[in-house]
């Protein structure tokens, strides 16, 4: 069992490490595709570049090297074989052979050492070589074999021969042959083989670099060829993006790219078909309430009419009937104005909600609005509206505005409503405040959409659920936003943001 | 991504290694090639007497000496300072040793295996041993061999033939290479192919039977 301390230090470091993977992958990632594919590219072309030169020299150097020690070697035994010697070997007669074998070098000149007992003959200076090593010699006088060492000495390479001289007991070849004890040496510099494995290897360099630049070429061609369906991929992914739904992409050879743009152009006509069925779903809606806000109006029209005279008779008739009938009144009122403000949004959604604008003043406009309403008590109504602003505003609309917020205010906050109007650098700024319980965070981002209620168990507003929605609509229209939050000091705080327009010409629509 | 990365070093390393360590020519071990040069040795085979010396690094080398100069100086005995040993032979082509006339080589009869064996005892002579020559076998004084052919059984056929030489030397003392001395001298003084075996027998017992190596 191992104690939690003990597991500690070990987890640390792999976090550690994941993290510096994390960051290489970063790094390397960074790097943009046509760079990847390039290196690759490059990486498997030099690669393969290197193993082939590689390859290719040292086959070559073993070949030009073999030439070299075959010829020597055999060369070697034959200037050897023939030669007649006593034995014990005569110093003379062998000091005269070694200096004549010494002149039939071949393939290169070479220094020719023999030894006999203990008798050390060269064709050199020196009756004995430093480069022959003590395996050569010792394998040359225990085995009756020709053999061969090459040695590197003082950065010099040298090939070292050893033939051991045997001779034949009887004329007739079918004597044994026995080692005379006698060897011969010969010690030859590799210096034009050096030279030539030298330039070989300079060749392969000057083949491979430029080998190299040559395939950047077809790296780039590559890059390129995998690129571009990408990048079509990706031009028309933002054109869809931007709401192209029609884009597609031309689709060209059948390779995984290609199948990458068929795959593109099949979800994008999937997407096209799945938007435009529900824009058809959205507008069949709307159509629909609008077209019921259209048939209801008719009858209610009728309705208002006789809720207004039974209204009236309310008074004559016993006290329950008449709760009733003031009941149907009111609620029919009620629908009236929801059928109102259900055929305003359906002209919104139809974008057909039109701005006749003209210019106002517009503390004198909100006060109209709330004088209108009736809202003129000082202890529920508080304005800070200085004259002299003037804009480019849509009356009726503006009006639907100031009234839906102070109305909204005084129905769900608590009074007094605080209306200010100030301009703060070229917009038109209403704030309506009100000092109640504030709105819920949870409910903030839905306060304007359409019947929401913020307390499910309400049940029936007071209003349509409609007003909120109306106001964002007309402000909208304006060109302008209207945002709900809570004050410092509790209590809901509504701010209308209009920009101001007070030349000519900009009144359309 | 850590093995790509691992992957690349090691091929990169490779390539690099592989560039570096082979250029240019590198030493190699001993190699061998093709067989020995035969050489000839004078005298020819018929004129000449084998010996095996031991040289300097332990190993068993043949001398040969003409027959002709035996009579002049058949033991060198000029070089050992000494006089003949009374035993020894005379001029006596009858007895083996040969005619001292050079032109009639070939009909010189074979040294006799004893008489070679003799010559052995005596050791190297002065240009033998000016080159690091010597023998591994006591003085000369007290040996005489015995060589006999057909002692014991007969050979299986296809067996090399087999030599008996009784010595008054101790024969179970002598070292290696004082035993090929006296095994290859007398191989090759009973047969030039080299196929026999010898079975040294001394007063103190016999040793097994030997080839020349």
């Known amino acids: ?509 | 991504m850590r093995r790509r990365h691992t992957a690349l070093a090691g091929a990169g390393a490779l390539l690099l290694t592989a560039t570096l360590t082979a250029c240019g020519i590198q030493g190699s071990d001993v190699i061998e090639a093709g067989g020995a040069a035969t050489i000839d040795v004078s005298p020819q085979h018929r004129q000449r007497v084998l010996l095996f010396f031991v040289g300097q690094d332990g190993r068993v080398l043949p001398v040969a000496r003409a027959r002709e100069n035996l009579f002049g100086d058949p033991l060198g005995r000029i070089e050992h300072d000494q006089p003949p040993p009374t035993d020894w032979p005379r001029e006596d082509p009858a007895a083996g040793w040969g005619t001292s006339d050079p032109w009639t080589d070939q009909d010189l009869p074979r040294l006799g295996t004893d008489k070679t064996l003799a010559l052995l005892m005596y050791g190297p002579r002065k240009a033998e041993r000016a080159v690091g020559l010597g023998t591994r076998l006591p003085d000369p004084d007290k040996q005489a061999f015995q060589v006999s052919h057909q002692e014991g059984a007969t050979a299986e056929p296809g067996a090399p033939r087999r030599v008996w030489i009784r010595t008054s030397l101790t024969v179970t003392e002598l070292d290696w290479a004082a035993v090929q001395q006296i095994v290859c001298t007398a191989v090759y003084a009973e047969d030039p192919s080299g196929e026999v075996e010898v079975v040294l027998r001394g007063p103190d017992g016999e040793r097994d039977p030997a080839r020349c190596e």
């Not at chain 1, 839906?404 to 700024?429: D, Y």
């Not at chain 1, 209590?491 to 010409?505: C, K, S």
Request: aromatic share 4%; charged share 25%; with cysteine.
């Open chain 1, 1 to 509: 069992m191992t104690t939690p301390d003990a597991q500690a230090p070990p987890a640390a470091g792999r976090r550690r490490r994941n993290t510096t993977a994390g960051a290489r992958r970063r790094r390397l990632t960074r790097y943009g595709l046509r760079t990847r594919l390039v290196v690759a590219f490059l990486l498997v072309a030099a690669v393969s570049c290197g193993t082939t030169a590689a390859l290719t020299y040292r086959a070559a150097r073993n070949a030009i090297l073999e030439q070299t020690q075959d010829t020597a070697v055999s060369h070697f035994r034959d200037q050897v074989r023939g030669i007649g010697y006593s034995l014990p070997v005569d110093r003379e007669n062998l000091q005269q052979s070694v200096l004549t074998i010494a002149r039939q070098a071949k393939p290169h000149p070479w220094v020719v050492f023999a030894e006999y007992g203990t008798m050390r003959i060269s064709s050199g200076t020196r009756p004995t070589s430093t480069v022959l090593t003590p395996e050569l010699r010792r394998t040359a006088l225990a085995r009756p074999h020709g053999s061969f060492q090459r040695v590197v000495s003082g950065g010099t390479p040298y090939l070292t021969v050893a033939i051991p001289t045997t001779f034949k007991m009887d004329e007739t070849g079918a004597g044994a042959i026995r080692p005379t004890g006698l060897v011969f040496f010969a010690v030859m510099r590799l210096e034009d083989e050096e030279a030539e494995v030298r330039a070989m290897v300079l060749a392969a360099r000057d083949g491979a670099l430029p080998a190299l630049a040559v395939a950047l070429v077809p790296a780039l061609l590559a890059a390129r060829s995998v690129l571009r369906p990408v990048r079509d991929v990706q031009r028309a992914a933002r054109h869809m993006g931007q709401g192209h739904l029609d884009t597609r992409i031309q689709v060209k050879g059948g390779d995984e790219l290609a199948d990458l743009a068929r795959t593109f152009n099949e979800s994008a006509a999937r997407l096209e078909r799945s938007v435009e069925e529900l824009q058809s779903a959205e507008a069949r809606a709307r159509r629909f309430a609008s077209d019921v806000s259209h048939e209801l109006r008719t009858p209610l029209a009728g309705m208002l009419a006789v809720t207004e005279v039974l209204d009236e008779d309310a008074g004559g008739l016993d006290p329950d009937t008449a709760a009733a009938v003031r009941l149907i009144s009111a609620e029919t009122g009620k629908l009236a104005v929801l059928v109102e403000d259900l055929m305003e949004i359906s002209r919104f959604d139809a974008r057909a909600a039109e701005l006749n604008t003209d210019e106002v003043d517009v503390a004198e406009t909100i006060r109209r609005t709330l004088i209108a309403r009736h809202w003129t008590d000082p202890e529920r109504i508080v304005t800070h509206l200085p004259d002299g602003i003037r804009a480019r505003l849509d009356p009726r609309r503006f009006d639907v505005v100031v009234a839906n917020l102070v109305g909204n205010a005084l129905r769900h906050g608590r009074p007094p409503v605080t209306v200010r109007l100030i301009t703060t650098g070229g917009a038109l700024v209403v704030e309506v405040t009100d000092r109640g319980p504030g709105i819920d965070p949870e409910v903030l981002p839905h306060v304007f959409d359409r019947f929401y209620k913020a307390d499910p168990a309400r049940g029936r507003s007071a209003g349509s659920g409609l007003g909120l929605a109306i106001t964002l609509e007309n402000v909208r229209l304006h060109g302008g936003t209207v945002r709900a939050g809570n004050g410092p000091a509790g209590g809901a705080v509504f701010v209308v943001e209009i920009p101001l327009r007070t030349g000519e010409g900009e009144s359309t629509p």
